[in-house]
């Protein structure tokens, strides 16, 4: 199939899927608008109303999914499938922490949250960018995808990695397809969306027979690439020097070879690569060896509660968009008898009053039978029965996503105790666990990527900085081929048995001050042993110095220093009892 049947192809899959979830496309811009406080959403509460636009609401939808909103991030777990690959395990976990620290994942987690309720779900885009930075051929990168820039394959609702292909819609600066690619795109290309600055992509993965992974990509009738397999490796050699580059698209900014300068390359695919392996007798040889292929979509799907036959969840604005539409029709009624409400003045006919900024007012009745038909009325707006179902309605949006005043926040009348307020918030957290359940599995799905895109692509070694049992820094190496092994007939496979999950206690780990607080009581408590021994004052500084107490680390310095001295001898050099930045020293603790 030339490239030109391929684009017909792909650009009339791309017409037909959009057509089929024309209508949830629509949805989606509601659900935007109404968590945005849109003031013309507005339904027919009852038959012939005519009443006009809302011009005051309390934006329900809002404030119940900024409640749900969590900045916690699962921590990754790894589970080694053999006895022999604990320390492989280990190492993996450590490797996907550090690879955290380093993607914006807090920012990409902001985001996520809110599509996730908004939307009912999300979609995690994961990329192995091969521009060289900071001495390492390529890095993982993570993008944030909403569902109106996932185009799936219509029928298919279980989850994208059951499709037979997908397509991401992703606007782009012409000037970074430019550069990217080395494609220079007319003014004219594009969809209507597009200006004359940026232009909208389109990047297409499909399966292939063997379980492998294509892509195709274009921007109105330009193909900008088209990989059969996208993820073998696409090599550049340096005609120059010999040096190979990790990637065919793998260059400096002026498109230099980054070893000697040249611009003479040549493109090379391949499936396997030529390495020297030590031989069971000691001696090395030069074997061929196949490169790892993650034969996976690259992207992860979060939903927010699982509803079957949607490929998205549930969304929460879906859920109460009842309950804000009536909101929003009480508060305008509300206002409208509030407004209509004040004091009239009834005249005779004949009777004249004079209006000015003067105190005593002038009314000429006209005669004296006529002066007893003066009077003046107040008429007041009862919004009692009003204020009562608003609250009504906005305690069933509640109790439809199951948010209580504690888990709020606020005041909770039903619980008197700080332990029933406690049992309240956490009986809430309870009937949102599903929610906390998807995003945990989401994150599986990605910690499980991260480390298939690292085996197939990270060609050098990467240092992984961890904690030891003494709470020093340790500092190990991350070499994808480590994970290289040999079957039983000595043929070369990559060792990727291993489970990926979250880590439960990541919650409270995240919470310093609480994670503080319980160390304090583990020592109080004589966990760490006799409260009053240096050793156990050491050990609890370590403790407090893996979780970033101020301080800790000098403290610590500090006690064994003086329990080096009481071994050895006092040193020529005397150390003050340093305190902490709270104030609280060593003996004091």
């Known amino acids: 199939m030339t490239k030109t049947e391929k684009l017909l192809l792909w650009q009339q899959r791309l017409s037909e899927n959009e057509s089929a979830f ?25 038959s012939n109303d005519k009443s006009g636009s809302n011009v005051h609401i309390r934006n329900i939808v809002s404030e119940l999914i900024e409640t749900q909103v ?55 885009f994961l990329e192995w960018d091969t ?20 185009i799936v394959q219509n029928g298919v609702y ?38 004359d600055e940026t232009a909208t992509q389109y990047v297409a993965y499909y399966k292939n027979d063997d379980g492998t992974v294509g892509m195709f990509s274009w921007v109105g009738d330009t193909v900008i690439c088209d990989y059969e397999n996208y993820q073998s490796r696409n090599y550049r050699i340096c005609n120059d020097c010999g040096e190979i580059l990790p990637s065919a698209d793998n260059k400096n900014s002026d498109g230099r070879c980054p070893f000697c300068g040249g611009k003479n390359f040549e493109n090379v695919n ?7 392996v030590l031989d069971p007798d000691g001696t090395y040889k030069k074997v061929r060896i196949p490169f790892y292929e993650p034969k996976a979509f690259p992207i992860v799907l979060q939903k927010n509660v699982s509803v079957f036959g949607k490929l998205y969840g549930e969304s929460d604005v879906d859920k109460i968009s009842d309950q804000q539409n009536t909101a929003n ?40 039978a006529n002066k007893n038909l003066i009077d003046v009325f107040d008429l007041q707006g009862n919004i009692e029965q009003d204020l009562v179902y608003l609250n009504q309605v906005y305690e069933e949006a509640r109790q439809i996503i199951g948010i209580t005043d504690s888990f709020q926040g606020r005041n909770d009348t039903t619980a008197l105790s700080g332990r029933a307020k406690e049992f309240s918030a956490s009986q809430s957290v309870g009937r949102l666990m599903s929610k906390r359940v ?30 030891d049992d003494k709470g020093n820094s340790k500092y190990d190496v991350f070499d994808r081929y480590d994970f290289l092994e040999q079957d039983e007939n000595g043929n070369y496979y990559w060792n990727d048995a291993f ?41 609890f500084w370590s403790k407090m110095d893996a979780l970033h107490y101020p301080g800790a680390s000098e403290t610590k310095r500090y006690l064994e220093k003086r329990l080096f001295e009481n071994i050895n001898g006092p040193g020529e050099a005397e150390i003050e009892n340093p305190a902490n930045e709270n104030g609280i020293s060593a003996g004091e603790a």
């Open 131 to 150: 521009a060289p930075s900071a001495g390492d051929f390529g890095n993982i990168s993570i993008t944030p995808v909403h569902p109106k820039q996932l």
């Open 158 to 195: 279980s989850d994208i990695s059951d499709m037979d292909y997908f397509i991401l819609k992703l606007p782009q600066t012409r000037e970074n397809i430019k550069r990217k690619y080395g494609i220079e795109l007319e003014d004219e290309e594009g969809n209507s969306e597009d200006t």
């Open 270 to 276: 391949s499936q396997s690569e030529e390495k020297w």
């Open 22 to 46: 024309v209508s949830e496309y629509e949805k989606m811009d509601e659900r935007e608008d109404i968590y945005l406080g849109s003031k013309d959403y507005k339904r027919s509460l009852v």
């Open 70 to 124: 969590s900045s916690d991030l699962p921590g990754p777990k790894v589970t080694a499938k053999r006895a022999c690959d604990e320390e492989k395990a280990k190492l993996i976990e450590n490797m996907l922490r550090n690879e955290m620290d380093r993607l914006p994942l807090e920012c990409i987690n902001d985001i996520m949250e809110r599509t996730v309720l908004i939307q009912g779900g999300g979609a995690f």
């Open 438 to 467: 998807m995003k945990e599995a989401a994150y599986a799905k990605l910690f499980e990527l991260i480390f298939k895109f690292k085996l197939a692509f990270e060609d050098e070694k990467r240092y992984v900085v961890s904690r």
């Open 329 to 368: 029709r009480i508060e305008t009624k509300i206002i409208d008898k509030l407004l209509k409400s004040g004091s009239y003045i009834t005249l005779p006919d004949e009777a004249s009053i004079r209006f000015d900024s003067e105190d005593m007012k002038v009314i000429r009745p006209g005669s004296a």
């Open 499 to 539: 489970l990926f999950s979250c880590d439960t206690s990541s919650a409270l780990a995240a919470n310093r001050e609480k994670m503080w607080q319980e160390t304090r009581m583990n020592l109080q408590s004589g966990a760490f042993g006799d409260p009053s021994d240096i050793d156990t004052l050491i050990l």
